[in-house]
Nanobody, 119 residues
Framework: QVQLVESGGGLVQAGGSLRLSCAASGRTFRTYDVGWFRQAPGKEREFVAH????????YYADSVKGRFTISRDTAKNTVYLQMNSLKPEDTAVYSC????????????WGQGTQVTVSS
């Protein structure tokens, strides 16, 4: 079992930055990958970024590549999503999820944190 709690969301102007945190507990942190997803009102949930359990490999959606950075801190059992140059279209609820089996489904999800970018 993995418990995930997101934080760091809020209201920011276009061009600004936010750092989201995903605090994990339960299963040993280094034994699963973590992804960030987002869902805007009226839209389907979409993939944002992913980091491997080792922290070596990262992947990004084209829409955020070059603006967002995913990282993980093993000492704090936390995954971060640094978001720079934010755009109004980044407005969404952001959730993190744990992937126990690499390239498998995401098995555990957090409750999400709201990010609102004003123009």
């Amino acid at each position: 079992q993995v418990q995930l709690v997101e934080s760091g969301g809020g209201l920011v102007q276009a061009g600004g930055s936010l750092r989201l945190s995903c605090a994990a507990s339960g299963r040993t942190f280094r034994t699963y990958d973590v992804g960030w997803f987002r869902q805007a009102p009226g839209k389907e949930r979409e993939f944002v970024a992913h980091i491997s359990r080792s922290g070596v490999n990262t992947y990004y959606a084209d829409s955020v590549k070059g603006r967002f950075t995913i990282s993980r801190d093993t000492a704090k059992n936390t995954v971060y999503l640094q978001m720079n140059s934010l755009k109004p279209e980044d407005t969404a609820v952001y959730s993190c999820a744990a992937q126990i089996v690499a390239i498998g489904s995401y098995d555990y999800w957090g409750q999400g944190t709201q990010v609102t970018v004003s123009s």
